[in-house]
């Protein structure tokens, strides 16, 4: 029997938002509260850890094999991740309030909010495409010979003659990199929470960027760190470090965003 539905605003009310300035020591404490979630749903937390790492095998499978259609199947993991990080948020929010956490309810959240995701993922596959044309354009400016090899791109990264390539190419994908995460840092999971559009809580995400650029920054390195360090061991370390940066997402937003309920005239 799965668990009730977490209470949800009502339609009669409108909603203030309102952003919270946040500390530099804040993300260790989201990361702190993402590891409670964890110890604390541990079956929920292996499934989510389980579908990240084998997104991860298939992706590194497929860079290795056959590179080309690597951007393909990266456009693909970014449309089925965004839902399964909801799955993680729906679990933190259902402890947040008292609530037994429940896999099935986890793996269904979405439907309700299926037409603010849809709007919300479409925005940012879009933006992996641009990032990929970009990286082509900067590729074909740095090699007139063709396309690299995979083994080709490895060498052209460390090779101090094409330090120049490496920075212009880092530029390219931070700034795209910075674009994405500003979208959806704290979009997916107001979306789940309140139900709202996809261009507030872009919008929204944004403005939480901007207003506490400091911690932000610090945030998305955290967790480029945490991710590049779990993928050594064929990526065997997104088993946790997947469903830990999931329920810290949740807490990173709880902390940045306040929802207070309005009486609509």
């Avoid at 702190?32 to 292996?46: C, E, F, N, S, T």
């Avoid at 360090?229 to 370390?237: E, F, I, K, N, P």
């Amino acid at each position: 029997m799965s668990a009730p539905p977490a209470a949800q605003v009502s339609p009669a009310t409108a909603v203030a938002i309102t952003l919270h300035p946040l500390r530099l020591a804040d993300p260790f404490h989201w990361l702190r509260k993402g590891i409670q979630d964890v110890v604390a749903a541990p079956g929920i937390a292996l499934f989510y850890g389980a579908c990240f790492w084998g997104m991860a095998l298939v992706l590194g499978w497929v860079f290795r094999t056959r590179p080309e259609y690597t951007m393909s199947l990266a456009s693909g993991c970014l449309l089925l991740g965004p839902f399964l990080a909801m799955g993680l948020y729906d679990t933190s929010r259902r402890r947040e309030a008292g609530q037994s956490p429940d896999l099935g309810q986890s793996i269904t959240c979405w439907d309700s909010h299926m037409g603010s995701m849809g709007m919300l993922v479409l925005v940012l596959v879009v933006l992996e495409l641009l990032w990929g044309r970009a990286s082509l354009v900067v590729f074909a400016v740095f090699f007139n010979t063709g396309m690299p090899s995979t083994t080709g791109v490895m060498a052209a990264i460390f090779n101090p003659q094409n330090w120049g390539f490496v920075g212009v190419y880092l530029a390219v994908g931070g700034a795209f990199a910075a674009l994405v995460f500003s979208t959806s840092v704290v979009s997916i999971p107001m979306i789940l929470d309140r139900d709202t559009d996809a261009l507030t809580a872009g919008i929204t995400s944004m403005r939480v960027v901007l207003e506490n650029a400091a911690v932000m920054l610090l945030w998305g390195l955290l967790i480029t760190l945490i991710v590049a360090v779990s993928l050594w061991l064929w990526g065997a370390g997104l088993l946790l470090a997947g469903p830990v940066l999931g329920h810290a997402s949740w807490h990173a937003y709880r902390a940045a965003v306040s929802s207070v309920p309005r009486v609509a005239v």
